[in-house]
């Protein structure tokens, strides 16, 4: 079992920055790739971002590239999302997930665990 915790949402204006943390316990997080989602009101869970087990290769949607920076600290067994220029239609719900493959999916319903969330609200 793994358990994840995000924090570091909040409200920000557009343009702002925030970065999100997701804290895993219970193994190892070097076993895992990683991935933050995020769900706005209404709207499907969409992928985000992805970052492979050891951090050497990361991928992103569309909609947050050269925005957002997935990184990993294994040793410190935490996942960040920096999020730079947001805009206010980034405000959701973001996610960590953990995924037992070696480069994670951008596809949920892979995932094997979820963290609780953490809400991120940007004002325009």
């Known amino acids: 079992q793994v358990q994840l915790v995000e924090s570091g949402g909040g409200l920000v204006q557009a343009g702002g920055s925030l970065r999100l943390s997701c804290v895993a316990s219970?193994?190892?997080?070097?076993?895992?790739?990683m991935g933050w989602f995020r769900q706005a009101p209404g709207k499907e869970r969409e992928f985000v971002a992805i970052?492979?087990?050891?951090?050497?290769?990361?991928y992103y949607a569309d909609s947050v590239k050269g925005r957002f920076t997935i990184s990993r600290d294994n040793a410190k067994n935490t996942v960040y999302l920096q999020m730079n220029s947001l805009k206010p239609e980034d405000t959701a719900v973001y996610y960590c997930?953990?995924?037992?493959?070696?480069?994670?999916?951008?596809?949920?319903?892979?995932?094997?665990?979820w963290g609780q969330g953490t809400q991120v609200t940007v004002s325009s």
């Open positions: 997930a953990a995924d037992h493959s070696v480069y994670g999916s951008r596809t949920s319903y892979e995932y094997d665990y």
């Open positions: 219970g193994r190892t997080l070097s076993n895992y790739a």
């Open positions: 970052i492979s087990r050891i951090g050497g290769s990361a």
